[in-house]
């Protein structure tokens, strides 16, 4: 494919990073440059970003919402892709979380500040600010960057738009006074454009307006056609259908490589799984855990919220720490399961470890310590902690939604035979299935040769983003081709 693209996230690893969708910003432009696409990542210029950064350049200002706007250039670290930053100090210079204030809340002003970076993104998209380059498709990702589908459709000529899903559940709403005081033009509201029932939706900018729209899995976009996962959008959605489809991430197997991670106490390959252990035992012994490579040891990294299945991991819980096991945890969020996480922990100091907080160096080490990993979402686009998993023998527990239905094939005994099985698959999102899950998989784990097969099963398939990137390759030929 000749023609240019313009990635646009609100995060990209390593420069700031609240989820899986760092991730993806972080990896697959990286994959679509090796394949020869001529790409430029598209952030806001936060506060955190800037400090990381020893170079970059002022390429281009403009000016919106009363606010003057540089566009600075810089590359990934590590990496020479060309990166452009929306630099508007009284916007985004702040410290922090990206999106949310020092409470936890939503930053007041969250609708003008995404609003400012979607039209830069336009005056990028339409060569407006003298860079001298022009794309030819502009990919946009989540609700933050939903209005640019939204504002190119009122351009005759204009790139091609795919809108990628990373997570139905955060769309972007604000009360319809917003739409008219960031002086949007008229022809976009209404139900057929950015008004969701009386409220002002981000995501409708990209959900009607884009010339396709993906998900990043197969299964999670079937299912946000249905209204059990669909937010109300699911109608809007299978009309859009033929527009629709899923790609699953790949993962970044640079970072996540057990043969080459400067985070773990001892490396280790599909060839050497004894050492696995050893990690485990530094783990242990970090942690003040009983120091024993034989006990089975579970790990969860993971946004501590509804979403990720916590209530139901906290109803098991008592029952759960009743079997000769190790729970890890490392995670932060909603502080009602921060609370009851810790209350266990202090009950069961054997058991169960909690951590709270975010810490990159850790949740490798957990990766590579842990026997078993626990994902027992409610829905899961993709996840990224699974694919993590397989590639370091940790076998997951995981619910069959989303990503994790396409990812984790269930160790029963057909799976097994035709050597596929990788992990465990809860028949409900339920307690109870969860314990029985996790039972089955403590009496795999006491039967070596069978638990080596399964670990070299999850293992073997290649992660890595270069079958991912020729997915997306052939979409942006379609959204080229839907918009000539
Ligand atoms: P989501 O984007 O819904 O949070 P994903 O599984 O797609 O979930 O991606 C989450 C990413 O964030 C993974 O790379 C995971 O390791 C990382 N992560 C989540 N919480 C933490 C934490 N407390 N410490 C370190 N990494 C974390």
């Not at 976009?188 to 029932?197: A, D, Q, V, Y």
């Not at 024993?292 to 139901?312: A, F, H, N, T, Y």
Request: glycine letters at 8%; one cysteine or more; aromatic letters at 10%.
């Amino acid at each position: 494919m000749k023609q240019p693209v313009l990635f646009i996230s609100s995060e990209a690893y390593p420069l700031v990073k609240t989820g899986g969708l760092a991730d993806v910003a972080g990896s697959l432009p990286l994959a679509l440059k090796q394949a020869g696409i001529d790409i430029r990542l598209l952030l806001p210029a936060y506060q955190s970003v800037l400090e990381q950064l020893d170079d970059y350049q002022v390429v281009a200002s403009t000016r919106h919402y009363d606010h003057d706007i540089d566009i600075l250039q810089t590359t990934l670290p590590g990496h020479d892709l060309k990166t452009l930053l929306v630099h508007c100090p009284a916007l985004f210079g702040r410290p922090g979380n990206p999106y949310l204030d020092t409470n936890g809340q939503p930053w007041q002003d969250n609708a003008l500040r995404f609003a400012l970076f979607c039209q830069v993104a336009v005056d990028i998209a339409l060569n407006r600010v003298g860079l001298d380059w022009q794309p030819g498709l502009v990919h946009c990702n989540d609700w933050q960057t939903a209005l640019v589908p939204a504002l190119l459709d009122t351009f005759l000529q204009r790139p091609a738009t795919l809108f990628t899903i990373h997570n139905l559940a955060y769309q972007g709403l604000f009360d319809d006074r917003v739409f008219f005081e960031l002086g949007l033009p008229g022809g976009l509201w209404g139900m057929h454009g950015l008004e969701f029932h009386g409220l002002f939706s981000f995501i409708k900018g990209g959900l009607v307006f884009a010339d396709r729209l993906n998900t990043v899995s197969p299964t999670y976009a079937r299912e946000i056609q249905q209204a059990e996962f669909g937010y109300g959008l699911d109608g809007l959605l299978r009309h859009r259908a033929s527009r629709l489809s899923g790609i699953l991430n790949g993962i970044n197997t640079d970072e996540w490589n057990p043969a080459t991670d400067r985070y773990l106490a001892k490396k280790y390959d599909i060839d050497s799984l004894k050492d696995k252990s050893i990690n485990k035992k530094t783990l242990q012994k970090k942690l003040e855990l009983p120091v024993d490579r034989q006990i089975p040891m579970l790990g969860m990294i993971s946004r501590l919220v509804e979403q990720k299945g916590l209530p139901i991991l906290l109803e098991a819980m008592q029952k759960l720490l009743q079997f000769p096991l190790q729970l890890v945890v490392l995670g932060s969020g909603e502080k009602a399961f921060e609370d009851s996480l810790q209350e266990w922990a202090r009950r069961y100091p054997k058991n169960l470890k909690v951590i709270i907080g975010y810490d990159e160096c850790l949740s490798h080490q957990i990766e590579a310590s842990a026997d078993l990993y626990l994902m027992p979402s409610l829905f899961e686009p993709c996840g990224l902690n699974q694919l993590y998993s397989l590639r370091y023998g940790t076998l997951p527990i995981a619910s069959k939604v989303g990503g994790l239905a396409d990812s984790v094939v269930d160790a029963n005994q057909e799976n097994f035979e035709q050597h596929i099985a990788n992990g465990y698959q809860l028949p409900e999102n339920k307690p109870d299935a969860l314990l029985h899950s996790i039972q089955r998989a403590l009496d795999d784990f006491s039967d070596k040769p069978r638990w080596k097969q399964l670990q070299i099963n999850a293992m073997t398939p290649d992660r890595s983003w270069q079958a991912s990137a020729a997915k997306y390759i052939e979409l942006y030929r379609l959204a080229i081709a839907d918009n000539s």
